[in-house]
Nanobody, 117 residues
Framework: QVQLVESGGGLVQAGGSLRLSCTAS????????MGWFRQAPGKEREFVAQ????????SYADSVKGRFTISRDSGQSIINLEMNSLKPEDTAVYYC??????????WGQGTQVTVSS
């Protein structure tokens, strides 16, 4: 099992920026991907971005392409999500997750991001 702890959420005005971080510990050797998901009130959890744990390749939801950047700290079990040009519709609880063979099975507790208009 992988333990995940998110940090960096908060309140920001539309057009602003925030940086989320996620620290992984435990059984990380089997991790294939790490990613960010989000869940807004009354909506289902949705994919935001992910990074391949070994190769570093990334992918993004269309709604955040060009505004969000996911990265992994070199040599560290830490991923970051740089969020720019934030919109009110980006308001959600953001979750860090770890995948084995592409299947997400371990989740963090979530961090709130609120974007005011």
């Amino acid at each position: 099992q992988v333990q995940l702890v998110e940090s960096g959420g908060g309140l920001v005005q539309a057009g602003g920026s925030l940086r989320l971080s996620c620290t992984a510990s435990g059984r990380t050797l089997s991790t294939s991907h790490m990613g960010w998901f989000r869940q807004a009130p009354g909506k289902e959890r949705e994919f935001v971005a992910q990074v391949n744990w070994s190769g570093g390749g990334t992918s993004y939801a269309d709604s955040v392409k060009g505004r969000f950047t996911i990265s992994r700290d070199s040599g560290q079990s830490i991923i970051n999500l740089e969020m720019n040009s934030l919109k009110p519709e980006d308001t959600a609880v953001y979750y860090c997750a770890a995948a084995v063979r592409g299947f997400y099975k371990d989740w963090g507790q979530g961090t709130q991001v609120t974007v005011s208009s």
